[in-house]
């Protein structure tokens, strides 16, 4: 599973901040997936839960997953559009139908809470 995976890279990133603030406990995390990681949020949660449970130091870590919308981009006019959904038809400004989908694609650890 691919996402068992980034749980196992975020948490040694996890270990390694908390080490560097001699945190005992870490209480959060939020996390941004790009909307193109091809991550399944479900599966991710899942293999959080199961793995920081197995940890003195994350056993009551939170999660937050934060998925930022994606953007299009007008391939003529390079006007930019934000979906949350499907990708728009059109665009609204120059009526092109060329819209390039733009956005992250990566794993971001953005806030940690720990004490
Ligand atoms: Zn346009």
Do not use: W
Not at 7 to 15: A, N
Not at 68 to 80: A, G, M, R, S
Not at 84 to 98: A, G, K, L, Y
């Amino acid at each position: 599973m691919h996402e068992l995976s980034l749980v196992q890279g975020l948490l040694s990133q996890l270990r390694t901040l908390a080490q560097q603030h001699s945190a005992i406990s870490i209480n959060r995390v939020r996390v941004e997936v790009g909307p193109f990681a091809g991550i399944v949020i479900d599966s991710f949660q899942f293999a959080f839960d199961i793995l920081a449970k197995e940890s003195e130091l994350m056993k009551n870590a939170e999660l937050e997953i934060i998925i930022p919308p994606t953007q299009y981009k007008c391939f003529q006019c390079k006007n930019v559009l934000i979906s949350d959904h499907d990708m728009p038809e059109s665009c609204p400004q120059c009526e092109s139908t060329v819209l390039v989908p733009e956005g992250g694609d990566g794993l971001i650890l953005l806030q940690v809470e720990m004490e």
